[in-house]
């Protein structure tokens, strides 16, 4: 069936009509009031062979793309408790390990529900770790497919297989490692190589190698500070470049490799590039915006940047509400950003941004002042949001939208479809 928008603002632009057919935008063309009249008041309505969605002016944007989400620590919807985590990410493990079992509700419905009110907000692309350890073995994982199978119509999810306790601490992970590779885990994970492990040339080499056998891309979480964090990312360099990796490898956090010097920073952002590394960024508030890469300059070198919510409301932080826009808001107010054409970057980061990490041949950005994903030919992941302009539109953070995953209606009003 065929989709017709009308009457949306494309990234704040002219009023226009936006046809859809066969998941993918057929056309956008200047608004025609008599184009297709309004049939009730519902947010998509059949009208012969086509669904209209009515936009009421709003704004039209893609739909978000959340690359670094936690589906399986979740605690969405439950009641708020008291954080009880300490320093380190040991400890903070430690702590969820504790405590992950015992919530309110079991583990399935948790994950269910925050994937659905994440779709709901406006994100149909998800790129969601699921930790693996001796402790919960797949147990979480297996959370995390149940979930991508049940809401496989209204959105697409990418699975990590994440050690979060690392690869050698305990014995048996690697093994549990591959049993989730073998079940369909679509990236394989890492995590702080040198603070972790304390091996980071062996953790590197079981990384790489798994991701080799079996064909799938790499994400690693780099907490490590300073010269230490460049350290690790130098011995992924290395790897990147000697197995013709190009395209498959994403930094996730690493928000201290700007903390050394400008040369430092200007030769990781180049061989970024060169290699096709990408970023994943959480808008942390924790560290200084000096101590990261910079926003433009990674927009100027056209390295990949996306954004994500992380763990949402959880054992490891209170933070978190499954809104995307919110967390867009935080990206631009942790760097300072003033100027429109800034904060709307921010928003392309958290669309397009993350999209063309989850598939490296989708259309990047091309610096702080590109807008795509409007396009003929482009796909029909959309969401239609209310706002005067793209940046009121984060400052306000609204809630009359409408989301569009694979040119259908999958959510109106923050309510699944």
């Known amino acids: 069936m065929n989709t017709?928008?009308?009457a949306v603002r494309p990234w704040g632009q002219a009023l226009s009509d936006v046809l859809i057919a066969d998941g993918k935008i057929a056309g956008v063309e200047p608004h025609d009031p008599a184009r297709a009249a309004p049939t009730g008041t519902a947010g998509a309505n059949a009208r012969g062979d086509a669904a209209v969605v009515e936009g009421r002016g709003r704004l039209l944007v893609p739909s978000f793309s959340d690359v670094h989400v936690h589906l399986d620590s979740t605690r969405i919807g439950l009641p708020f408790r008291e954080h009880t985590g300490g320093p380190g990410v040991w400890t903070m493990m430690i702590n969820d390990r504790r405590n992950w079992r015992n919530a309110e509700v079991p583990l399935q419905e948790r994950v269910n529900n925050t994937l659905g009110r994440m779709i709901a907000r406006g994100t149909t692309r998800v790129r969601s770790y699921a930790q693996i350890d001796v402790d919960c073995r797949l147990e979480r994982f297996e959370a995390v497919v149940a979930a991508k199978e049940r809401f496989k119509d209204q959105a697409d999810v990418d699975i990590i297989a994440f050690p979060q306790a690392g690869l050698l601490l305990e014995e048996g992970t690697v093994p549990l490692m591959e049993d989730a590779l073998r079940a369909g885990a679509n990236v394989m994970g890492g995590i702080d190589p040198c603070s972790l492990d304390r091996d980071p040339a062996r953790h590197l080499d079981i990384v790489f190698g798994l991701a080799e056998k079996y064909q799938v891309p790499i994400d690693i979480h780099l907490h490590e500070p300073g010269e230490l964090g460049v350290f690790s990312t130098d011995l992924v360099i290395e790897r990147t470049r000697a197995l013709g990796m190009q395209g498959k490898v994403t930094m996730s956090h690493a928000y201290q490799l700007g903390s050394v010097n400008e040369a430092t920073t200007r030769r990781l952002i180049d061989e970024f590039a060169e290699l096709d590394i990408s970023m994943?960024?959480?808008?942390?508030?924790?560290?200084?915006?000096?101590?990261?890469?910079?926003?433009?300059?990674?927009?100027?070198?056209?390295?990949?940047?996306?954004?994500?919510?992380d763990g949402q409301r959880d054992y490891w932080s209170p933070y978190g509400n499954t809104d995307m826009l919110d967390r867009t808001w935080q990206l631009a107010f942790t760097h300072g950003f003033r100027r429109d054409e800034l904060i709307e970057h921010c928003l392309a980061i958290a669309t397009i941004g993350g999209a063309s990490?989850?598939?490296p041949s989708a259309t990047r950005l091309k610096g702080t002042a590109h807008?795509?994903?409007?396009?003929?030919g482009d796909p029909a992941e959309l969401l239609?949001?209310?706002?005067?302009?793209?940046?009121?539109?984060?400052m306000d953070r609204g809630t009359d939208r409408t989301v569009i995953h694979r040119g259908k209606v999958?959510?109106?009003?923050l309510e699944l479809a």
């Not at 915006?289 to 994500?308: D, K, Y």
């Not at 807008?371 to 003929?376: D, H, I, V």
């Open 4 to 6: 017709l928008i009308r």
């Open 280 to 309: 994943a960024s959480v808008a942390p508030g924790s560290v200084g915006v000096a101590s990261q890469l910079p926003i433009p300059l990674l927009a100027e070198a056209g390295v990949r940047l996306g954004l994500g919510e």
């Open 357 to 359: 990490i989850l598939d």
């Open 371 to 376: 807008r795509p994903g409007l396009e003929a």
């Open 384 to 394: 239609l949001l209310d706002g005067e302009t793209v940046a009121s539109a984060i």
């Open 410 to 413: 999958v959510a109106d009003q």
